[in-house]
C-alpha cells in the first residue's frame, strides 16, 4: 500500500471544503452549530491523511469510510442551517448550497475510491 494523500484529489477537495466551511463560519455566534460544522469537515481530509497512513488498506479503507460519514454529517448539518435560516427569514452561510454540493461530490468520489480498494466478494452460490 502507497497512497501519499497529499497526491489525493479527494484529500485536497475535502482541505477545500474544511476551509470554506471554516471561513464561512467563522464569525457564527451559534458555537454549537460552528464547531459541529468545523469538525465535520476539517474530519473528512483528516480522516483520509490518518487512513493513508495505517499499515494496510483495510485500514485506509475503514478511514475512507468514517471519511464518507463525515461528508453525510456536513450536509445534513448545512441543510438543517439552511432551512433554520429560511424559517428564521435570514441569511444562511455564504455559499451554503455550494458546499452541500461539494459535500455531496466528495462522497461520490470516496464511495468509488472505497469501491477500488475493496475487494471482490465470494461468487453468489447457485
Not at 452549530?33 to 475503514?62: K, M, V, W, Y
Not at 441569511?91 to 470516496?110: G, H, K, Q, V, Y
Amino acid at each position: 500500500m502507497n497512497h501519499n494523500f497529499e497526491n489525493l484529489e479527494v484529500w485536497k477537495r475535502g482541505c477545500r471544503l474544511a476551509v470554506d466551511v471554516c471561513v464561512a463560519t467563522h464569525k457564527s455566534r451559534d458555537f454549537v452549530l460552528r464547531d459541529q460544522l468545523q469538525r465535520s469537515a476539517i474530519s473528512i481530509p483528516s480522516n483520509i491523511a490518518e487512513g493513508s497512513e495505517r499499515a494496510s488498506e483495510a485500514d485506509f479503507t475503514r478511514f475512507l469510510s468514517y471519511s464518507k460519514g463525515s461528508c453525510g454529517e456536513l450536509r445534513t448539518q448545512l441543510m438543517i442551517h439552511r432551512e433554520i435560516c429560511r424559517e428564521l427569514e435570514i441569511e444562511p452561510f455564504a455559499n451554503t448550497d455550494e458546499m452541500i454540493s461539494e459535500s455531496r461530490e466528495i462522497s461520490r468520489m470516496l464511495k468509488g475510491f472505497i469501491s477500488r480498494l475493496t475487494p471482490p466478494g465470494p461468487p453468489d452460490s447457485p
